[in-house]
C-alpha cells in the first residue's frame, strides 16, 4: 500500500512540475483570478490583485504569470508541511493527503494549484492560531477579524465554511453567559468578518467591472486588448455572470450532466457518503496508538465533518461547480479544526444531541461495512472526484489506481 500511494505521489510531483512550465494565457481560468483588481471599482476577490496591479506598474518588466505561480507553489508547499506535521503529531499515515480528498484534486485534471485556495486554508489556520495563542481579548477580536476579512477578500467562498464553526468555537468563550447572551458576544466578535462577507455580496462584479479590470491589464502588461463575455477571459469573464446565470449554470453541471451514459445526479448522491465515511474513519482505523483517536473522538471528528458539509452544501448544489475543490475545502477546514482546536473545546462545540444524531450515523454505517484498515485503503485508491464539471475521465483520472494505470498504458 506504501508504495502504491508513493508512486502516485511522485506522479503528482511530476505533474506538478511539467505544468510549471507551462504557458497559461492571462484570460486562461488558471491565472485570470488572480487578475481581479479594484481598477473597476470594489469588487470580490480584488484585494490581491490590485496588489499584484501596483507590482507590475511599478516594475513593468516582471512577469505577473510566474510571481503568481512561484506565490501558489510557496502557498502549497506550506499548507503541505503543516499536514504532515499534524498527521506525523497523531501518528497517522499520510497517504490521505495525496489522495483526491486533498491534493491531487488540483493536479490530475489540470493546473488547479495556481488557484487562491491554499492561500485561502493558510489564512483559516492563522485565523484559528491567532484565537487559541492570543490571551488579550481585544487584540484577539482585532487579529482574529483581520485575518479573516483578508481570507473573505482573497475568496468569499471561505465565509461559508468558517464563520459558523468559528461561531460555534468563540461562543464557548462566553460561557460563563447565558445561552442568549454568548450568541450575541460570539456574532458581536465576528461582527466586521460578517460585514465584510456581506460587503463582497453585495459587490459581485458586472460586465462593466469586468472589463475595466481586463482593460487595466492590457495598459500594463501588454495583454491582448479585447471585449470581456460570459467566457472568453476565465474568472474575470464570471465576474460579469447574473446571480440567475451563475446558479443555473453550476446547477446543470453537477445535477444535469452526462458522461458515458452515466448522470452526475446519483454519482454524487453515492460519491458524497463515502468521502464522508473514508474521512469519518481514516483516523480511526489508521492510528498507531489506539488512545490516540477513540470511538469518542471520532464521533466529536465526524461531528465536525457533517457540520463542516451542511455549511458548504450551497457549493454542492448551485454556487459552485469546481466540486473536487469544494471536496478540500470540506476536508481541509475539518482536518483543521480537529488538529487546532484542543479537545475540552471541541466536546463543547456541539450539543450532546447532534453528537448523538452523529454517533448513530456512524454506527449504522459500521454495521453495514465495519470500518478497517483494507476497506478505508481500497476505498482510497479508487474513489475518484473531478476537479470541475462532471466526467468519467476526470473522475478516473484523480483516482489513485485510475492516475497510475493511465500512467502504466503510457509507457
Not at 264 to 270: E, G, H, T, V
Not at 330 to 356: D, E, G, V
Request: aromatic share 18%; with cysteine; hydrophobic share 55%.
Amino acid at each position: 500500500m506504501t508504495l502504491v500511494f508513493s508512486l502516485f505521489t511522485i506522479l503528482l510531483l511530476v505533474n506538478l512540475i511539467q505544468q510549471f512550465s507551462y504557458s497559461h494565457s492571462y484570460e486562461s481560468w488558471q491565472l485570470s483570478e488572480w487578475l481581479i483588481n479594484y481598477q473597476g471599482g470594489y469588487v470580490r476577490r480584488g484585494l490581491f490583485g490590485e496588489i499584484l496591479f501596483l507590482i507590475a506598474k511599478k516594475s513593468p518588466h516582471i512577469e505577473i504569470g510566474l510571481i503568481i505561480k512561484i506565490f501558489s507553489l510557496t502557498c502549497l508547499i506550506a499548507l503541505v508541511a503543516f499536514f504532515i506535521i499534524q498527521f506525523k503529531r497523531k501518528g497517522i499515515p499520510l497517504y490521505i493527503l495525496s489522495t483526491c480528498l486533498f491534493f491531487a484534486v488540483h493536479f490530475t485534471n489540470g493546473m488547479y494549484w495556481t488557484k487562491r485556495d491554499y492561500l485561502m486554508m493558510l489564512l483559516y489556520i492563522s485565523c484559528i492560531a491567532i484565537y487559541e495563542k492570543v490571551k488579550n481579548i481585544y487584540l484577539n477580536i482585532l487579529l482574529v477579524n483581520v485575518i479573516l476579512i483578508l481570507a473573505i477578500q482573497v475568496h468569499e467562498a471561505i465565509a461559508l465554511f468558517s464563520l459558523p464553526i468559528l461561531f460555534l468555537i468563540v461562543r464557548i468563550k462566553f460561557y460563563k453567559y447565558s445561552f442568549i447572551s454568548s450568541i450575541f458576544l460570539a456574532i458581536l466578535f465576528l461582527l466586521p468578518s460578517i460585514f465584510s462577507f456581506l460587503l463582497v455580496i453585495k459587490y459581485h462584479g458586472d460586465f462593466h467591472t469586468a472589463q475595466n479590470i481586463w482593460d487595466s491589464w492590457v495598459l500594463v502588461i501588454g495583454a491582448t486588448p479585447s471585449e470581456v463575455d460570459n467566457w472568453s477571459h476565465g474568472v474575470i469573464s464570471s465576474m460579469s455572470w447574473t446571480s440567475e446565470m451563475a446558479l443555473q449554470f453550476h446547477k446543470d453541471k453537477n445535477f444535469h450532466s452526462e458522461s458515458m451514459g452515466i448522470s452526475s445526479l446519483p454519482f454524487w448522491i453515492l460519491t458524497a457518503p463515502i468521502i464522508y465515511y473514508i474521512a469519518s474513519n481514516y483516523m480511526y482505523v489508521f492510528q498507531k496508538d489506539k488512545k490516540t483517536f477513540t470511538n469518542e473522538n471520532r464521533t466529536n471528528f465526524s461531528g465536525i465533518l457533517f457540520f463542516q458539509f451542511i455549511c458548504i452544501l450551497p457549493f454542492f448544489l448551485f454556487l459552485s461547480c469546481d466540486i473536487g475543490r469544494v471536496v478540500f475545502y470540506w476536508m481541509t477546514s475539518s482536518f483543521i479544526i480537529y488538529f487546532m482546536i484542543p479537545k475540552k473545546a471541541i466536546i463543547q462545540i456541539f450539543p450532546r444531541f447532534y453528537l448523538n444524531i452523529i454517533q448513530n450515523l456512524n454506527d449504522i454505517a459500521d454495521r453495514i461495512i465495519y470500518p478497517s484498515k483494507a476497506i478505508i485503503a481500497i476505498l482510497l485508491l479508487i474513489i475518484g472526484i473531478p476537479t470541475a464539471g462532471f466526467s468519467i475521465d476526470f473522475i478516473i483520472e484523480s483516482s489513485v489506481i485510475g492516475n497510475i494505470l493511465m500512467w502504466l498504458s503510457k509507457i
